[in-house]
């Protein structure tokens, strides 16, 4: 097979429309996390089904209880795979006093493109679209199916009841999730493994309202001094390390290949650092740091509610206190076996202590080899001029555990984010290399799919 | 000397006056931490020297940097001694949605009369002030100078600027402090004793923004972790144990006869627990909680700032995170040495928390014995028919250790303040009968006391 070829003057024309639907898509701010938005989720899916349609495919917006998705069609060759390839629409809110200009207006300067959403995920969205259309042009006899998500910012609170009633009639063969971020721009980077994310509340009341700490200090129990011993109890806040006995049981570790694939990605703490704006971190040595980013449970503090946060010291002892915690966990962890073990060993230590379990996510872990692997490899390297390394995802896609339990199809990721390109955060961004490397990607990975059988 | 006699008509007239005057200082909303108030604080103040006036004393306003101090004047007689009543006109704000009336509207219902401040301290100031005109009716020879502060509420911050400016125009042989709470209603106490106050902030910056637990948990350091951990090392929150080694050094320990003044108080943990509607309690032994409360020091965190706060759980990692802590010291502790420890102690630990110390209060240890004590369980016992307790207070006066340090005058507590009354809380109120008890206390003090000599 010969991997499609592209003529110097089609890249331009699709660069001009590419850049056109980026625009057309960035500048309609899609927060999920804003209800007041939910219009504009709406105009959104509808601006999507539309550029669906114009690109030849066939479009729905399915209602769920919460926003739509929005789900395509392209090719019909009954004996040939279906490939999903899964995007979300929706973005994070922009309230960041650091954006240097309008978040919801697009703005290129210099092949890059700024805006809210160009990066998560409105621009890997769009090349996968314009992949799929580049591969109907060329005949490639494959049938893709898209699905974008409008509330992946949010938890994807829907997702699996959109899955439960549409898994019919979303049959694939399998997955493709583009929602991820390589760790340097030129390494190109296949993740295969997610963390979950198992998030619960300590909750301690031991009163009905504040009281003086010198009237009553001494006696009176303090909630948010007991969170904080019962916290300590459960990890070593320096190193990270989780205290609570059989923890780490299930902790598949990394083999020697694994650790080879993280380091390919071109890691170092000193970037990791400066991109996230860290005064200092754990460890200085690249290996332990992907080792704990991408392989290893984590327990977080997120925050301490209940008492005084205003300026000085308040002398009052709080009622009750509420700590806001999640642990990532990584494969083979069970998180409703972890969150047991959390549960009884607090109980144990502290019986007055509430713990109140979040919905989680399952940890994800994926083949490096066989046939999708190969072909991810492969549209990878002949995309992006590299071979690309193999890593995991610290963080967790609600979404990709759904689709797993509903749609029982092999799944890959195929990401084009870059970290300077502000993930969350103020100036988000995207570009056209990654943006035309993307597309030339999901063209040559239908291609090579179509050439597989069905369903291995 | 006979003590002071008191006709019923006399004091059912006594009564209407008392009831008037605490009527239009109530209806005055004095709270000194907001401080669009400070004109009910300037209008209270000049209510306060004309009620002076009227009562045929001298009164002045002196000004601080923050709210005025009003300094009352009675009696003449260079050779007999000058007693200072110390109280506080400020109060406490009112925002509670229990109140079930208006605050600051005064009411009275079966001999007990509601409203903000009436209990702390305007009910008692008004009681010394009514006792202090019965003594002059009487012609006792002694003089007395009333110090009426206005920023009690809100840590006495400008009353060591007063004291330091006046000290040489307030001479004086002694001070009553009128502003403590008995135990237990017909069961007058005396304390002796205060503890101390060394308010801290700890803070562990680690980054510039929130990042994802995701993306970077496990390598990216947790603030709020962190702090929980040092605050565990600090103290055992379940015991209330300072674990700092050195910490309770300087620790007075309460005698046998101290700890039978305290049990002689009338103090249950069930009433305690009642009146400050704690779930549970640290102890149910009235004595271990009498040694906690009102001889030992406490560790206490008031709240942790920078996390999330919001519903459910936000997995990022903060970059920043604040711990509100004070400890509450006792005789013969050193607030600046205990900070001192403190601070080395968590530097071992986590060098990268800064520690910042607020202004401190020292602990006071009054005598139980003496003339002046003697004086004050014979004002007591006349008044209210049955021989104090002599107790302490957890809490802290920061006016006190002040006068201490400038007056150098022994100072006693005769305070009027029932557990009922709800100090700082909704619906606070106090009464006739520890009012009109409370006048005959301080006539009877102000007469025993110019019988003593000057200066003893």
């Known amino acids: 097979m010969i991997a499609v070829v592209w003529h110097n003057l089609e890249m331009q024309s699709e660069r001009l429309e590419y850049e056109d639907k980026l625009k057309e898509f960035v500048e309609i701010p899609s927060i999920s996390a804003e209800p007041e938005r939910r219009g504009d989720i709406e105009r959104l899916a509808d601006a999507a089904i539309a550029a669906i349609r114009e690109f030849g495919g066939a479009a729905e917006k399915v209602s769920t209880p919460g926003n739509p998705v929005v789900v395509g069609r392209f090719g019909a060759f009954p004996d040939r795979p279906t490939v999903t390839i899964y995007n979300h629409l929706d973005v994070q809110p922009a309230n960041e006093p650091q954006w240097k200009r309008a978040p919801f207006v697009f703005h290129k300067q210099n092949g890059r493109y700024f805006g809210r959403g160009t990066t998560d995920d409105k621009g890997p969205a769009l090349a996968a679209l314009f992949g799929t259309r580049a591969a109907m042009q060329r005949k490639t006899p494959v049938n893709v199916q898209l699905i974008w998500e409008l509330e992946e910012e949010i938890g994807s609170p ?174 083979n962890q069970d998180p409703a076996k972890v969150l047991r073990l959390v549960r009884d060993f607090i109980r144990k230590r502290n019986p007055d202590v509430q713990m109140i379990p979040e919905s989680f996510l399952k940890p994800f872990l994926g083949p490096k080899s066989g046939p999708y692997a190969d072909a991810a490899r492969e549209a990878m390297r002949t995309a992006f001029g590299r071979e690309p390394a193999w890593v995991r995802e610290g963080g967790s896609i609600g979404a990709v555990v759904t689709m797993q339990k509903y749609l029982k199809a092999p799944i890959v990721f195929l990401g084009l984010s870059l970290p300077e390109h502000g993930y969350h955060a103020p100036n988000e961004n995207f570009d056209w290399e990654q943006a035309s490397g993307g597309i030339k990607m999901f063209a040559r990975y239908l291609e090579l799919l179509s050439a597989m059988g069905r369903g291995k």
């Open 158 to 331: 829907n997702f699996e009841h959109f899955m439960k009633a549409s898994a019919a009639r979303l049959g694939t063969d399998s997955v493709v999730v583009s929602d991820t971020i390589w760790t340097k721009r030129g390494r190109p980077a296949i993740a295969y493994g997610l963390r979950g994310l198992a998030p619960f509340r300590l909750v301690l009341e031991t009163g009905a309202k504040d009281v003086h700490s010198g009237t009553t200090g001494g006696v009176a129990r303090n909630p948010i001094g007991e969170l904080c011993q019962v916290i300590a109890e459960c990890y070593d806040a320096k190193t990270g390390e989780v205290k609570i006995p059989g923890f780490y049981a299930g902790v598949l570790k990394p083999t020697r290949s694994d650790m080879a694939g993280f380091l390919a990605s071109g890691f170092t703490t000193k970037e990791f650092q400066r991109a996230h704006e860290l005064k200092r971190i754990r460890s200085s040595s690249a290996e332990e740091a992907v080792r704990h980013i991408w392989a290893y449970p984590t327990f977080e503090v997120h925050g301490i509610v209940g008492g005084y946060t205003g300026p000085g010291v308040k002398t009052a002892i709080a009622p009750i206190a509420e700590a806001k915690i999640s642990m990532r966990l990584v494969p």
